[in-house]
């Protein structure tokens, strides 16, 4: 028995029960659709009867029941299933779970970033066809079909329910499983798009499912080091809007919002992961974001730890983005000027040409540096490259703040 919610036990039970029949089997997408038959059978009955002593073998005895009728009834095929339909139905769950295995399928090499996030969050997430899209942005009919395309490109791939092999495949694999995780968190704390800052859904999604590669893989420091990066991340999520909604930059937040046990718990995982052999992307950014968290005052940040985190991790995972961030931490230790040069450095990148995060930092470097026709032509320009309507209202708003004398348009003029 549990005292979870009928709900939350079901979507933590869906990807074990889902992996139980895929490696019993095969057909991943056929044992899905069991899968979510047995799920919707049990949030009707559960309620009513209570919960059985196994849920999960319960959820497998169901599923399986499905998946075999639907098998008896597939007629082109009953020669060649007949003697799966003939194996006994499991009236108990084995004791794997088999949702890491679940996670490398929908993470599979040949599916695009956007086909991998998807799946995942069907799959293994829970989440439904139209909850998916709705997060994305799209008509379920687009995303039904992009699942489906998935599944099939996975079929075709000719893949096992197993993990890859010990070594360097499986590394890579897992890298995959969690940059997965990570932009599934990312879309939940700043949406992309949308006239909410927060997809809380997603960002407590991607929190879960990290928790179970982590139970797994408890021995991973780069496991340990996204998750700490999740929950301290996560953290300030309540301080970073307004009761209207709009945005409030980090050195404006109320701290006292922050959830402290959220911290705590970070900030645990973070000593964990740093105690390893190894640095990787994910651990460096959790002791910044813990950095972060250890200021009582936006100006109690030890900047020069911060810039020196950024300046490992630009050196083991170059990427714009740090760049960027690594800049705004520069400005506050040398003045933003330094900041703005190393900004320049960005300005030939393809990935951040017109970005609206590259436009924003140089317009508050250049405010700063009391250049304000420069900082509101970049505000503005960040406001228009933005498809978040709650970050536009925010760049919108600082562009109105350093408005020159004489310069009289609005919004709606631009």
Known sequence: MTDLPVEDLLRGLAPQVLGTLVRRYGQFENCEDAVQEAVLAAAVQWPAEGVPSSPRGWLTTVASRRLIDQIRSDHARRERESATA?????????????????????????????????????????????????????????????????KQRVRAAGSTFSLPPAGAEREERLRVVLHVLYLIFNEGYTASSGSELHRPDLAREAIRLTRMVRAQLPGDDEVTGLLALMLLTDARREARTTAAGDLVPLDEQDRTAW?????????????????????????????????????????????AQVHALYLILERIAPNPMVTLNRAIA?????????????LAALDGDERMRGHHRLLSVRAHLLEKTGDAAGAHEHYRRAAKATASIAERRYLEARAGRVRPPGDVTGPAAR
């Open 86 to 150: 003939a194996e006994a139905t499991p009236e108990q769950a084995p004791d794997a779970d088999d949702t890491l295995v679940l996670l490398f399928l929908c993470c599979h090499p040949a599916l695009t970033a956007a086909s991998q996030t998807a799946l995942t969050l069907r799959a293994v997430g829970g989440l439904t066809t139209a909850e998916i899209a709705r997060a994305f942005l799209v008509p379920e009919a687009t995303m039904a079909a992009r699942i489906s395309r998935a």
């Open 259 to 303: 959830d402290r046990d959220l911290i705590a718990e970070g900030t645990e995982l973070v000593k964990a992961a740093l105690a390893g052999p190894a640095l990787g992307p994910y651990q460096l950014q959790a002791a910044i974001a813990a950095t972060h968290a250890d200021a009582a005052t936006a100006g109690d940040t030890d900047w």
């Open 330 to 342: 520069l400005a506050e230790i040398r003045g933003p000027r330094a900041g703005l040069d190393l």
